[in-house]
């Protein structure tokens, strides 16, 4: 199939999967699972999931392991997104095109539903039988990867930070995440060298980077239909991003430049990396 038919059928095998693993609306609590539920189905790139399947399918992995790998990393995901959209942190109304959970429901189910998302990760992904994975996925989800990622997004409020400063903040915050999901799908594969494992960090240090350079052109010049979250809301809290200290243009060459050191480091991995290839121009070429 091509990349977009496997793309569609990545994201209908995490969707359906989704809607099994969570809680249904019908158990109690019923309110905290129909929050949770509304939080995670129907919304979204699935890209953290695409780029399990994506490095799982070049190293032989086994398809229901991946898609066990690939909840755990998504839900993650959306647990932090319902906490980054409250008052007391990003403060946000809109997510995916529709209200944020605080709104829909309100701030203290939010948390609880961030609180319960957080945990269902970690059950799904103790399933693949991997402890490496559920270690590496504590990591990159705590003070060391994304939550100290957002801890210092939100000290740096009204600041002017280093490049440096800011590419550690955002190796954590969105990077760590997105590391992981490459992580997770290359190890539940077949054995690897010592050369593909760093070939595949590469890869994935590059794109967690990328993704954020990308976000942060996004906010700038995308409107907020488009983006299905509120437009301009970084420059409007006096958050500092790439485009705030490089620019516009020297922040679109920078996303090109990690785009060419990840397809360089694919080349180093003996096994058909095109659909990881594929995802690099999905993540600087995407226009949302």
């Not at 020297?250 to 995802?279: C, F, G, M, P, V």
């Given at each position: 199939?091509?990349?977009?038919?496997?793309?569609?059928?990545?994201?209908?095998?995490?969707?359906?999967?989704?809607?099994?693993?969570?809680?249904?609306?019908?158990?109690?609590?019923?309110?905290?699972?129909?929050?949770?539920?509304?939080?995670?189905?129907q919304g979204g790139k699935r890209m953290r999931p695409l780029l399990v399947y994506a490095a799982?399918?070049?190293?032989?992995?086994?398809?229901?392991?991946?898609?066990?790998?690939?909840?755990?990393?998504?839900?993650?995901?959306?647990?932090?997104?319902?906490?980054?959209?409250?008052?007391?942190?990003?403060?946000?109304?809109?997510?995916?095109?529709?209200?944020?959970?605080?709104?829909?429901?309100?701030?203290?189910?939010?948390?609880?539903?961030?609180?319960?998302?957080?945990?269902?990760?970690?059950?799904?992904?103790?399933?693949?039988?991997?402890?490496?994975?559920?270690?590496?996925?504590?990591?990159?989800?705590?003070?060391?990867?994304?939550?100290?990622?957002?801890?210092?997004?939100?000290?740096?409020?009204?600041?002017?930070?280093?490049?440096?400063?800011?590419?550690?903040?955002?190796?954590?915050?969105?990077?760590?995440?997105?590391?992981?999901?490459?992580?997770?799908?290359?190890?539940?594969?077949?054995?690897?060298?010592?050369?593909?494992?760093?070939?595949?960090?590469?890869?994935?240090?590059?794109?967690?980077?990328?993704?954020?350079?990308?976000?942060?052109?996004?906010?700038?010049?995308?409107?907020?239909?488009?983006?299905?979250?509120?437009?301009?809301?970084?420059?409007?809290?006096?958050?500092?991003?790439?485009?705030?200290?490089?620019?516009?243009?020297?922040?679109?060459?920078?996303?090109?430049?990690?785009?060419?050191?990840?397809?360089?480091?694919?080349?180093?991995?003996?096994?058909?990396?095109?659909?990881?290839?594929?995802?690099?121009?999905?993540?600087?070429?995407?226009?949302?």
């Amino acid at each position: 199939m091509n990349f977009e038919q496997w793309m569609r059928a990545c994201a209908t095998r995490t969707e359906a999967a989704l809607e099994q693993t969570l809680p249904s609306e019908r158990v109690e609590p019923a309110r905290l699972h129909r929050a949770m539920r509304y939080a995670v189905l129907q919304g979204g790139k699935r890209m953290r999931p695409l780029l399990v399947y994506a490095a799982g399918e070049a190293v032989g992995a086994a398809e229901a392991v991946l898609t066990q790998a690939a909840v755990a990393v998504e839900c993650i995901h959306a647990y932090s997104l319902v906490h980054d959209d409250m008052p007391d942190m990003d403060n946000d109304t809109l997510r995916r095109g529709k209200p944020t959970v605080w709104v829909e429901f309100d701030a203290a189910t939010a948390l609880l539903v961030g609180d319960a998302l957080q945990s269902l990760a970690f059950a799904t992904v103790c399933q693949t039988g991997q402890l490496a994975l559920v270690q590496e996925l504590a990591e990159a989800s705590g003070s060391l990867g994304m939550a100290g990622g957002q801890a210092i997004d939100l000290a740096s409020v009204g600041q002017t930070l280093s490049r440096p400063e800011l590419e550690h903040m955002h190796r954590l915050k969105t990077g760590a995440l997105l590391r992981c999901s490459v992580r997770l799908g290359a190890w539940l594969g077949r054995a690897l060298t010592h050369e593909e494992k760093m070939a595949f960090d590469q890869y994935a240090n590059a794109m967690g980077l990328a993704f954020q350079v990308v976000d942060d052109v996004l906010d700038a010049e995308a409107d907020t239909a488009t983006l299905g979250k509120t437009a301009g809301k970084d420059a409007a809290a006096d958050k500092p991003t790439y485009v705030s200290l490089l620019g516009l243009s020297e922040s679109k060459a920078l996303a090109q430049t990690l785009r060419h050191e990840a397809l360089s480091a694919l080349k180093k991995i003996n096994s058909d990396t095109s659909r990881l290839a594929n995802l690099a121009d999905l993540i600087v070429l995407r226009q949302h």
